[in-house]
């Protein structure tokens, strides 16, 4: 009869037990050639009613450690080690990941008056914004609307350009979880001017701002 080689074949315990597609038989001296342990790499297929298991010769080595050109053995703890992943398609390992303890979400732009009703951010070969979903502009301040919503504030800088800080426009925000309001002043005054009024050519406003999503 000819042998029906199974899919899965594991060895496991003492005495030795191969399980082959979730039927288990204990491993007789007469039916493998080699000396099986746990661990080791099988094949296995059934003549009739018997069960015949023969190890592989050859193969990569084993390691419990982050070994080149070896396969990954769990350790004691059930644990596999790898080297810090430095391509794209790496592994990355736990060292690797964001430390919750920072923040993980960010906004990064900059913005510009693009005519009287309109204020935008920059998008160009030059320049490319993050988190930013949009840009509103109002009669006392410019919305910027995040892609996200955050749970924390960490931070937010707002800077105008050299184009603002020459005729001394200032600039602040006030800072949500979804957005911040950007407000324009003029000189030493109070008041905020109506940003759709600010028409310097080229003027723009950095932004960047971090925050938590937990």
């Known amino acids: 009869m000819a042998a029906r080689f199974p899919m899965a074949v594991v060895v496991t315990g003492s005495p030795l037990t191969v399980t082959v597609e979730g039927a288990s038989a204990v491993v007789a001296a007469e039916d493998f050639v080699g000396n099986l342990k746990t661990g080791d790499r099988v094949q296995a297929a059934f003549l009739g009613d018997r069960l015949v298991v023969q190890q592989l010769a050859g193969g990569p080595p084993q390691s419990t450690a982050a070994t080149a050109n070896t396969l990954a053995l769990r350790d004691a703890s059930a644990r596999i080690k790898a080297a810090n992943g430095v391509a794209a398609d790496d ?5 690797q990941l964001p430390n919750p303890a920072w923040p993980d979400r960010m906004v ?107």
């Open 91 to 95: 592994v990355a390992t736990v060292g």
């Open 108 to 214: 990064s732009c900059t913005i510009q008056r693009v005519n009287s009703t309109t204020w935008a951010v920059i998008n160009n070969t030059a320049h490319r914004p993050l988190g930013v979903l949009s840009v509103v502009l109002y009669s006392t301040y410019v919305r910027v609307n995040y892609d996200f919503t955050a749970v924390h504030v960490s931070s937010v800088q707002v800077t105008p350009d050299e184009s603002f800080a020459a005729p001394d426009v200032r600039v602040g925000t006030s800072v949500g979880l979804s957005y911040m309001n950007i407000y324009f002043y003029m000189g030493t005054s109070s008041t905020p001017v109506d940003p759709s009024l600010l028409s310097t050519a080229g003027a723009n406003v950095w932004i960047t701002g971090t925050f938590f999503s937990d």
